[in-house]
């Protein structure tokens, strides 16, 4: 497994990949931290030790930021149930500048009453950004926790809406 550290303007993140994929993109402030290095067998304090694919990963969140790049097109392998991975692959559909709700994503998924374990599913994201958690808000536009903070939260979707906050909610359908 391949690790490299990863400084956005929203936080600091940690990218890990195998030979195949993306298997985290987690922020190093996140409670969950250390549960993410866990489960891929990784210390609780990687070094850096970059790959061909987490470069590959780093250049893409530059070009992110740098608001050059609306859509993701790196593999990604997240360790997660098959319920959970069914909820990050609904929040894919969540296109850039975009965001939807819990509910929206539970009723994606054809599950309208499943929507705590949707935010619980959600909330365990090991691919941040890539896996655009960011983009889910609570009903009614409210800003729920989120892993890297609110406030990188506000960043990225200030970004997504081209430099101001814009919540414009949507339906999805899981693919």
């Not at 200030?158 to 909610?169: F, M, P, Q």
């Amino acid at each position: 497994m391949h690790t490299q550290f990863y400084h956005s303007p929203a936080g600091s993140l940690l990218i890990a990949a195998d030979s195949s994929a993306i298997r985290l993109c987690d922020w190093t402030v996140s409670r969950r931290f250390g549960a993410h290095l866990a489960a891929l067998g990784l210390p609780d304090s990687p070094g850096d030790d970059p790959s061909e694919l987490t470069e590959a990963a780093a250049a893409t969140l530059d070009a992110y930021f740098a608001g050059r790049l609306r859509r993701f097109e790196l593999p990604l392998l997240p360790v997660g149930t098959d319920f959970r991975r069914s909820v990050w692959k609904a929040l894919c559909a969540v296109p850039y500048g975009h965001t939807a709700t819990y509910g929206d994503i539970a009723r994606a998924l054809g599950r309208p009453s499943a929507v705590r374990a949707v935010a619980a599913a959600i909330a365990a994201n090991p691919v941040s950004i890539f896996i655009p958690c960011h983009r889910i808000v609570g009903a009614g536009g409210a800003m729920p926790a989120y892993a890297g903070s609110v406030e990188s939260k506000r960043l990225l979707l200030g970004l997504e809406a081209g430099g101001t906050l814009r919540i414009r909610s949507l339906r999805i359908r899981a693919g």
